[in-house]
């Protein structure tokens, strides 16, 4: 079966730069687009970002492109977030997910907490 | 953005009764291949959200059979035709036609 586990939340400064991981295991990882999600302490679900199977195309929400980047690599089988000059609204668990076109993602990781907090 | 507007918000329920939460788009989910891309999503307290539907009734497996989902276009339906204690949890729907995609802001199940 899929397994999705993330890494690298920790406690960032406003303006720092993080990056999380997700190391995928139980499926053919390069065969997959995969996404970011993320939910705010106590807050609903909110989409972060696509990459497709092999890396070449990146789909970001707006408030979040230009300050993250969504990045791959097949032979690791883990997949990354990069968060540049995080806001204090950026505090959140991030899930990395499998899927991301056909309009669905099935299989989710437990989640990173993120504090962005000065 | 497609907006996605979940009711009720809240939703009491007794075990062993039905219980039913609303979804409705602000744009079609269907696409040109013929499909629909609505998707339900259970979230048990504390645990990452887990999927029940796609499609807007392919149910996945390992989930019950009292989960069932219905719509078309811009209106969908989660039901449960007899709940019980461990459907506790808040449920979403997320739409994955249109960029970004979204979700609606959730449904709280409770006993």
């Known amino acids: 079966e899929a397994q999705l586990v993330e890494s690298g ?9 993080l990056r999380l991981s997700c190391a995928a295991s139980g499926f053919t990882f ?10 705010a302490p106590g807050r609903g679900l909110e989409w972060v970002a696509n990459i497709n199977d092999d890396g070449s195309e990146t789909y970001y929400v707006n408030s979040m492109e230009g300050r993250f ?34 309009g669905t993602v099935d299989y989710w990781g437990q989640g990173i907490l993120v504090t962005v907090s000065s | 953005d497609v907006v996605m507007t979940q009711s009720p918000l809240s939703l009491p329920v007794t075990l062993g009764q039905p219980a039913s939460i609303s ?26 959200p887990r999927r029940l539907i796609y499609k807007v009734s392919e149910r996945d497996s390992g989930v019950p059979d009292r989960f069932s989902g ?4 811009t209106d969908f339906t989660l039901k449960i035709s007899r709940v019980e ?4 949890g808040v449920y979403y729907c ?18």
């Open chain 1, 9 to 17: 939340g920790v406690l960032v400064q406003p303006g720092g730069s």
């Open chain 1, 30 to 39: 390069n065969r997959y687009w995969m996404s970011w999600v993320r939910q």
């Open chain 1, 69 to 102: 980047t969504i990045s791959r690599d097949n032979a690791k089988n883990s997949l990354y977030l990069e968060m540049n000059s995080p806001r204090d609204e950026d505090t959140a668990i991030y899930y990395c997910a499998r899927g991301g076109e056909k």
């Open chain 2, 23 to 48: 979804c409705t788009s602000t744009q079609s989910l269907e696409h040109s291949d013929g499909y629909t891309y609505l998707n339900w999503f259970q979230q048990r307290p504390g645990q990452s």
């Open chain 2, 70 to 73: 219905s719509g078309s276009g």
């Open chain 2, 85 to 88: 204690a461990e459907d506790v």
């Open chain 2, 94 to 111: 997320l739409q994955g036609l249109h960029w970004p995609w979204t979700f609606g802001q959730g449904t709280k199940v409770e006993i």
